[in-house]
Every structure is written in C-alpha cells, then in structure tokens.
C-alpha cells in the first residue's frame, strides 16, 4: 500500500507548483496513472480522500486519467498499445520493445481558482 | 472575495522523478567507486536470504560484498548473513517496500569500504517494490517453484523492471507442479532480455553461474567508468 506515499508526494509537489505561481486555490489536480504506474487508481482516489481531510485540499478535485500503456518497437519502430502486459511488438514479433507511456504516476495539471486580482496566464511549468 | 475564474496549469511532471534522480545520482556515485548494486525482490520466503549465504559461501571472501536486508520487522535475516558479510537490517515498522531514503541511512552505518557488490534485499512483496528504484544497477526478481509458475503474469511491472530471474528451490522440482519452461517464457515475453538462472541454494546448485553473471556485470560498470 504505498499509494498513500505517493499521494503525499503529490500533494507536496502541487503546493510547490501554488507557492510558485501565488496560488491560492486549487480546484482541480489531474493525474495520469498507467496500466505499469505500479499503484491501483482506486486505492490512489481513497488515499487522497483520506490524506486531504481537514486541509487546503479537502474541496480540491481529484481526476485520474488511465492512459493505454504504449510501446514502441527498437526494430521496426512501430508505436502500438501493448496489451495484457504482452511486451512483443504486433508488427515485427520483435521482444525488443521500450514502454513509451503509461507506467507512471504523472502530475498533469492543476486547476486555479483565483481571484480577479490575482489572475495570472497560464504557462507550462518545466521539470 | 468569491472566485471568479479558472485557470489550469499544465504540469505534466513524473510523481516520482525527484526521487528517481535521487537514485539515480547514488547510482552514479556508487558505479563510480566500481559497486555494483543488485536489488533482490520476491515474494516473502522465496529464498533471497538463502540465496546471499550461498552467494557469500561461493566466493568465500575473494569477492568484498555487502548486504542492506530489508525487513518489516525483526533482524532475524541481519544474523543470518553477519557471520559471512558485513550486513546492515533495514526495519521499516510496517512498510511495504524500501525506499531511498532508508538504503542510504543503512549505507551510512555500513563500515566505510569499497565494496565491489552491495546487496539490497527488499522486503518481500511482488508489487511495491517495483515501483521503488533503489539505485541498484541491476534488479533481480526470484521465484521459487513453491509459489507457482503463474507469477511473472500476475506481476508484470515487476518482471517487466527486472534485468534476471532466480529460479530458485530447483531441489523441489520433482514434488511440486511446476514448470520451468513455462515461467520462463512467461517473463520473456514481458521482458524478453531477462537472464535467467535456475539454482538450489542449499546444494549450491546453479550458484557458479548466478555468481559468474554478477561478476560479468560488474566488469560492465567498471569498463563504463572508463569510456
């Protein structure tokens, strides 16, 4: 069970991304959690329930996308959905394939409330 | 002051990327010193204990090798591997799978020398510890055939993240149903470069190869830190 971790992890980063950008609010935190992100969506969703009672979060959506996990082939570099954890290229029966996405915990974006003064453009924050 | 509008900020940022840069600079530092990590998963009771005695008898003091074991309670692996290497228990009071943080505290207390092999034994759980990079440059999942032939399906991220397959308890073959080719190519097709390695630790049996391959890994980072 270390959904809980990572929920803490994550709620840590979005609050350096508030502090970063002078945000007071969060409405909305969208993840991504692939077939191979190693955590159970449901688990993460109770976890963060849990984790955000009582603080600045505790009306602060959280949306998990669940992305395909995808491939790509080193031999014929043909992209494809690998399926029931079968990690064999469709195109070339080549077992030489690299995960693209999809096996990670990603934090997309989150969604500012703010106030008329505070308005601030939307940008793309780096890691 | 009520809220009047919405503003969303992409982020699209890896949870987990400060720690994995984390592993990955002590895994630069430690390859540099010519250490090789190897962290051994599995489920409880496969054989990862076991099979670092067999290892530590093997080279019986030829090879500087260390141990950090990691457990939810006691140290009762710790006293098994003291009489053969200098080892370090790792007690996480109930967690599931080491993280980082924890391997370098017990690196800390190791005493200080230039250990050619440091052995990160996980906790045993086939599903955490995937997920935790250890900064070991090699992974290595064990499966007894006690347990079933079923596992690499049932825990794909694991085998899918892991560089070798131990096989181990092959002493047991003859009594239980389960079979070797068939989780062999189970895992392959989740990780198709997977070595594999089929050994008994009580006997000693398929210990020289095991050993042969780690002793081969470690020329590899040791030639790398000379390109």
């Known amino acids: 069970m270390h959904e809980t971790t990572l929920v803490r992890e994550l709620l840590v980063q979005v609050k350096q991304v508030m502090v970063?950008?002078?945000?007071?609010?969060?409405?909305?935190?969208?993840?991504?959690?692939?077939?191979?992100?190693?955590?159970?969506?449901?688990?993460?969703e109770q976890a963060y329930f849990l984790l955000v009672q009582r603080t600045e979060f505790e009306r602060t959506h959280l949306m998990v996308?669940?992305?395909?996990?995808?491939?790509?082939?080193?031999?014929?570099?043909?992209?494809?959905?690998?399926?029931?954890?079968?990690?064999?290229?469709?195109?070339?029966?080549?077992?030489?394939?690299?995960?693209?996405?999809?096996?990670?915990?990603?934090?997309?974006?989150?969604?500012?409330?703010?106030h008329e003064s505070e308005l601030i453009p939307s940008g793309v924050i780096k890691e | 002051m009520t809220l009047i509008e919405e503003n969303t900020i992409a982020i699209?940022?890896?949870?987990?990327?400060?720690?994995?840069?984390?592993?990955?600079?002590l895994r630069s530092?430690?390859?540099?010193?010519?250490?090789?990590?190897?962290?051994?998963?599995?489920?409880?009771?496969?054989?990862?204990?076991?099979?670092?005695?067999?290892?530590?008898?093997?080279?019986?003091?030829?090879?500087?090798?260390?141990?950090?074991?990691?457990?939810?309670?006691?140290?009762r692996d710790a006293q098994r591997l003291a009489p053969w290497v200098p080892v370090e228990q790792l007690t996480t009071g109930g967690a599931c799978h080491l993280e980082i943080e924890l391997v370098k505290r017990g690196l800390a207390k190791l005493p200080d020398e230039d250990y050619e092999y440091l052995f990160i034994e996980n906790i045993g759980n086939l599903v955490c510890p995937a997920s935790h990079d250890l900064a070991e440059h090699v992974r290595v999942v064990l499966v007894s055939t006690t347990e079933g032939d079923d596992k690499p399906g049932k825990y794909p991220k694991m085998f899918r993240t892991s560089q070798a397959m131990i096989i181990s308890k092959t002493d047991l073959l003859p009594y239980v149903p389960f079979s070797v080719v068939s989780v062999i190519e189970d895992a392959r097709l989740i990780q198709g470069d997977l070595s594999v390695f089929e050994v008994c630790s009580l006997t000693g049996h398929g210990i020289d190869g095991w050993c042969r391959w780690l002793e081969s890994q470690r020329e590899k980072l040791v030639a790398s830190n000379f390109v």
């Open chain 1, 20 to 44: 970063d950008n002078s945000i007071e609010r969060v409405t909305t935190i969208r993840i991504e959690v692939g077939p191979l992100a190693g955590v159970d969506p449901l688990l993460v």
């Open chain 1, 65 to 114: 996308d669940q992305p395909a996990l995808m491939a790509v082939c080193h031999d014929c570099q043909r992209q494809f959905e690998v399926v029931d954890f079968k990690f064999l290229c469709p195109g070339c029966l080549s077992h030489s394939v690299q995960v693209i996405s999809g096996d990670q915990v990603r934090l997309l974006d989150i969604t500012a409330g703010c």
């Open chain 2, 12 to 25: 699209n940022r890896d949870v987990q990327g400060e720690r994995k840069r984390e592993a990955a600079k």
């Open chain 2, 29 to 75: 530092k430690m390859g540099r010193r010519g250490t090789l990590i190897v962290n051994l998963v599995s489920s409880p009771g496969s054989g990862k204990t076991s099979l670092l005695e067999a290892t530590a008898k093997h080279w019986n003091g030829t090879h500087r090798m260390a141990v950090l074991v990691g457990d939810i309670a006691t140290d």
